[in-house]
T-cell receptor, first 115, second 114 residues
């Protein structure tokens, strides 16, 4: 079972460059989300989606764009990378829109460094 | 302002003893609480959860206690094993009308000494 797959696992960018972090899940989950993990900050929600065509902002959305054209994929785009976006990014999905009916399944993470 | 607080950044216990990881929250709308475990270079994995209508949930060596009046929950691991060494995140969910969002704490690094 693949579960939640993130690519790339590592990426180094220069300030101002753009890139897309890919996330795909094969569990037919409606709910997908992106988190970033920073030292001493825990996991913070960037954007989330409750189904194809529906996205919403989380706690720290600035500098990131998302779209959800299919149930399986939820890419995260950085339009103009900044050093403050150096972080480890996690994609997560859930079968339930109400998270008290099912837990989040996380990908292995994508480590991004912006120079 | 952090709504889910894990004030102790680390905990070290001897193998075989009890590990108690604490978590406090401020938002009274939270109705579901979860614990996640994370090993280095891996994504977090779900460990155990508890609904706000309960005060205890047990799963093998892991028990979560919820004290709603104190807005406090704790994860007990008995007995602790070296393989339990990881970062533990407390998370809370609030129903927002159409869906839920999970809010995570900063995490606690647990080290279990052989």
């Amino acid at each position: 079972n693949a579960g939640v797959t993130q690519t790339p696992k590592f990426q180094v960018l220069k300030t101002g460059q753009s890139m897309t972090l890919q996330c795909a899940q094969d569990m037919n989950h409606e709910y997908m989300s992106w988190y970033r993990q920073d030292p001493g900050m825990g996991l913070r929600l960037i954007h989330y989606s409750v189904g194809a065509g529906i996205t919403d902002q989380g706690e720290v959305p600035n500098g990131y764009n998302v779209s959800r054209s299919t149930t399986e994929d939820f890419p995260l785009r950085l339009l103009s990378a900044a050093p403050s976006q150096t972080s480890v990014y996690f994609c997560a999905s859930s079968a339930g829109l109400l998270l008290n009916t099912g837990e989040l399944f996380f990908g292995e993470g994508s480590r991004l460094t912006v120079l | 302002d952090q709504q889910v607080k894990q004030n102790s950044p680390s905990l070290s216990v001897q193998e075989g003893r009890i590990s108690i990881l604490n978590c406090d929250y401020t938002n009274s709308m939270f109705d579901y609480f979860l614990w996640y475990k994370k090993y280095p270079a891996e994504g977090p994995t779900f460990l155990i959860s508890i609904s706000s209508i309960k005060d205890k949930n047990e799963d093998g060596r892991f028990t979560v206690f919820l004290n709603k009046s104190a807005k406090h929950l704790s994860l007990h691991i008995v007995p602790s094993q070296p393989g339990d060494s990881a970062v533990y995140f407390c998370a809370a969910s609030a129903y927002t009308g159409a869906n839920s969002k999970l809010t995570f704490g900063k995490g606690i690094t647990l080290s279990v000494r052989p």
